[in-house]
């Protein structure tokens, strides 16, 4: 009897070891997670700020630039935000063609779903280079209140 308590005693000690070891190592996890987030808003709005990060402003271009001959004013133009802050009552009209087929996707799924998942859905490759964007399409609209994004990184309709 004393052999099966004394067991008992030390699983549990073993135990309250492991567990306490996984607390650290998920709590480790949860910062590296938040670290690449921040990275992730800073990618962002650096992205936005330099027209997807293919010239950054204030850096002279090695040949003039040529004289525009059309202004075109649009969605994004002119400092125009291309996903408005959605609020009561807005349509999807209000967004461009490629943000209303996202939403349609995400609407269309059983449940949550991964920008992998949508990649695919929009007809493209699943390698990162074309997954990222598509993630950062998500995030915009998961920012601008079209969508909730889940713990796990998923998106859903609000």
């Known amino acids: 009897m004393t052999d099966v308590l004394t067991w008992t005693i030390e699983r549990r000690l073993e135990l309250a070891k492991r567990a306490e070891l996984l607390r650290k190592e998920l709590g480790e996890l949860e910062l590296e997670m938040a670290r690449l987030e921040a990275a992730e808003v800073v990618f962002g709005q650096w992205s936005e700020a330099t027209v997807g990060g293919r010239r950054p402003p204030g850096i002279v271009s090695p040949e003039p630039e040529p004289e525009p001959v059309a202004v075109t004013v649009g969605p994004g133009a002119g400092g125009m935000r291309v996903v408005p802050d ?12 490629e943000y209303r087929r996202i939403m349609e996707i995400v609407a269309g799924a059983d449940g949550p779903v991964m920008a992998r998942n949508v990649a695919l859905a ?9 997954i990222e ?5 998500l995030r915009k609209l998961s920012d601008r209140g079209w969508l909730v994004r889940t713990a796990s990184g998923r998106y859903r309709p609000r």
């Open 86 to 97: 959605r609020v009561e009552g807005m349509g999807l009209q209000a967004l461009t063609s």
């Open 122 to 130: 929009l007809g493209r490759e699943t390698t990162p280079a074309k």
């Open 133 to 137: 964007p598509v993630r950062g399409q």
